[in-house]
């Protein structure tokens, strides 16, 4: 059998551990350190662009090209499911405050806008090739998360990334690293992905979007190594938009007409609610949109939402993930 010399993504492996330390990945301790994630995407990646200053006197050849200032961003694709998202989670809203309801559950309350965000290391091994190939990137902060809804089909969300450094390496970082066992449903289901508004499920709703940013700031500092210092987080922003098929049941439009803040949330869950993610947000600002009518079908209206602080909640937006986790 000829050995693998081209790279495929089947056979891309992708571990991940928290740091103590920013860009520090550490030495690994045995085994169990870090965590195999499933994912569909990865484009986490180091560049180091080239320019040129045009210099005169040389006639019309140019000079040589240098090296300019390194970047390591991209961005991944994970499952929402009910037992590895937590983890991508803490990265993008923080650690969580965790509850024991001594029922073999855990209900695990990640919140947006804090000032203390985690850093990761990942480490993505191209494990089927003849001279196999791994790239570990530290200091590895989420800039934004985005989710979609959908009739059918499992639910995903995507993850911007920017992290400080990226190094090849011979060895996986962890020898037996955690792994589960993703062959068992753990996937939410976009169809489970209800959101109600004030209380109440949304009449002939068509779909929706939830983005949730962390505006981070790239610290480039002057360094000999050609790394960013840090990604500071900025102001933390929950926006998304809601696609309504007009009806007698549509009882969005006042909302958005009286400018009157409302409570949306958006929860998904599995077949006996044993667990489940709910993402909320107390107070939502919903614009005054135009119904337009082009041509004879249904007539759809999108609103795009912006979630601002609620004083009595105490945040702008908040998921709550149940499962059988004790801690992330």
Known sequence: MANQTRARGV???????????????????GGGVYTQYPFNQYTLGKAEPITRDPLLGIGRDVADSHADAFSVAGNIRVPVDHIDFGAWLKLMLGAPDTTDNE?????????????????????LGHTHLSTVKRFRHTGVRANSMSLE??????????????????????????????????????????????????????????????????????????????????????????????????????????????????ALALTYDNADSSRSLTFALPRVFLPQVAREVDGPDGIEVTYNFEAAKDATAGYAARATLVNGVASY
């Open 11 to 29: 056979g891309s492996v992708l571990l991940g551990a928290f740091e103590s330390t920013y860009a520090t990945a550490g030495p690994v301790r």
């Open 103 to 123: 029922d073999t559950t855990y209900d695990h309350v990640f919140t947006g806008g804090g000032s203390d965000l985690p850093s990761m290391a990942l480490q």
């Open 149 to 262: 809804s959908g009739r059918g089909g499992p639910a995903w969300a995507t993850m911007d990334l920017i992290a400080q450094d990226e190094a090849e390496e011979v060895s996986a970082i962890d020898g037996s690293p955690v792994v589960t066992n993703i062959l068992v449903p753990n996937h939410f289901q976009k169809r489970r992905g209800i959101m109600t508004l004030g209380g109440s499920a949304i009449g002939s709703l068509m779909g929706w979007s939830l983005n949730m940013s962390n505006n981070l700031e790239v610290v480039e500092s002057i360094r000999t190594d050609g790394l960013i210092e840090d990604a500071d987080p900025g102001e933390f922003l929950a926006t998304g938009s809601l696609t309504i098929r007009f009806s007698t049941a549509t009882d969005v439009p006042t909302p958005g007409k009286n400018k009157t803040p409302v």
